[in-house]
């Protein structure tokens, strides 16, 4: 009797490591992204950001909530906050004060956003020669297709653009500077980016 007890509880213990196994392998993708990021910047604002963006992001992707709007910040692969100055110029900084890489990043359909410049009051462009740069009115090269990545990380495309047949992303290099969209590609990682609370 005693036996079968222990063999029972034992196997009871198992299902739960199971079921919880699986629970954190899923949430992982995302999550793991994040911390990996967060592991080599710490800043705090960054760190109290990690678990509210992941669900934030879960409800926007599969609710796909249209003009549900987000104060974040576009945190690249190679650690660079993207930034959009007043004069339309976008490029990367390492500053996690300057006012110009806070962005507001509205739904505006089905899987598209649009993403402004609180400090510079401009719109995150692509056009169709595949100039990233800051537009002072919304339009057509606002309109970017938001996609998350096996990474975990977010690629904007263009939604109205291509290359060639070939997508355009946003995309910053390994320097900061901002990419012609015609070099990106989804698999670079010049063109990731995880959203982060302020
Ligand atoms: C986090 O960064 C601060 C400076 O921003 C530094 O003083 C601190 O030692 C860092 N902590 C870790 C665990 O790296
Ligand atoms: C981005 O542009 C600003 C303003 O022109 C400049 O001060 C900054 O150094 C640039 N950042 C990089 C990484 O080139």
């Known amino acids: 009797m005693r036996r079968w007890t222990v063999s029972k509880s034992v196997s009871a213990c198992w299902s739960v490591c199971v079921v919880y196994l699986l629970v954190v392998s899923v949430s992982c993708g995302r999550a793991c992204a994040v911390q990996k990021a967060l592991r080599v910047d710490n800043s705090s604002s960054l760190s109290s ?63 598209i956003v649009a993403i402004r410049g609180l400090g510079s009051d401009l719109y995150l462009a692509l056009s169709k020669r595949g100039e990233l740069y800051g537009a002072r009115n919304y339009g057509i090269n606002c309109r970017l297709k938001e996609r998350i990545e096996e990474n975990g990380y977010n690629t904007y495309a263009s939604a109205e653009w291509r290359n060639k047949k070939r997508q355009m992303f946003v995309g910053l290099s390994a320097h900061g500077k901002s990419l012609r969209g015609r070099k990106t590609r989804r698999k670079n990682t010049a063109t990731h980016f995880l959203p982060t609370m302020l």
């Not at 709007?69 to 500053?95: A, E, H, P, Y």
């Open 49 to 111: 950001s990690s678990s509210t963006s992941t669900s934030g992001r879960h409800v926007r992707s599969y609710v796909h909530l249209q003009g549900d709007v987000r104060q974040r910040k576009l945190f690249s692969f190679q650690k660079f906050f993207l930034r959009i100055g007043r004069d339309g110029r976008v490029n990367g900084t390492k500053r996690k004060d300057d006012p110009y890489s806070v962005l507001e990043i509205t739904s505006v359909d089905v899987g």
